[in-house]
């Protein structure tokens, strides 16, 4: 079989015949079955990751699954998240993530952040203002002390400290930026209104 692009079922089920196949023979690397094996196992990937998707845990199952890596008890994970009723609260899927708190499980425990903010399970909280979220702004934009300019659509703001902003996109930061360093950080439509 030549290897070809993966388009059917018929297609992946042979192409993973004869990866079994060149797999049991153990070819050498930068032979002609060393690459053909290369080759096919680059196109099944891509096929099966097209086709099959893995699903990313929640924010849960990812913290169960490193407390049973790790053999963790809840008691563990109160530096983490807080009082042992937080901790139960959070593992029963009655309290969402705070954004301390993915940070810290993310830090301690090492949990990535893609996964410990999954499906919308992060509580983004104004500093000093109780379970108040903070707002979320069709557009933002930013002039940084030096005058450059920059816009960012439908964003995120999160005041972590004192001293940064972060801006997120979909739940990725799209910037970081030092609070001596803003000039103006202000929402679309508060322009208008200082416009007007």
């Known amino acids: 079989m030549e290897p070809r692009l993966i388009k059917t079922e018929e297609d992946h089920e042979a192409s993973l015949a004869e990866v079994e196949r060149l797999v049991a023979l153990d ?15 680059t196109l099944v990937e891509e096929y099966e990751k097209d086709h099959f998707p893995i699903e990313k845990p929640t924010p849960i199952e990812a913290i169960l699954f490193r407390m049973e890596q790790q053999g963790l008890e809840q008691k563990d994970l109160i530096p983490y998240i807080g009082s042992k009723s937080k901790v139960s609260e959070v593992l029963s899927g009655k309290r969402r993530l705070t954004l301390r708190m993915v940070r810290a499980l993310n830090q301690g425990l090492g949990i990535p952040l893609e996964v410990l903010t999954h499906e919308h399970d992060v509580v983004r909280r104004e500093p000093g203002k109780g379970d108040r979220p903070m707002s979320t702004a069709k557009k933002v934009k930013v002039e940084m002390h030096k005058g450059e300019e920059y816009e960012f659509s439908d964003v995120t703001r999160i005041e972590h400290d004192r001293y940064k902003y972060e801006l997120y996109r979909d739940r990725e930061i799209v910037a970081v930026l030092n609070k001596w360093d803003v000039k103006n950080f202000i929402t679309e439509e508060q322009k208008q209104e200082q416009d007007n």
Not at 27 to 41: F, H, K, Q, S, V
């Open 27 to 41: 070819p050498a690397p930068n032979t002609p079955e060393g690459d053909r094996l290369e080759l096919l196992a």
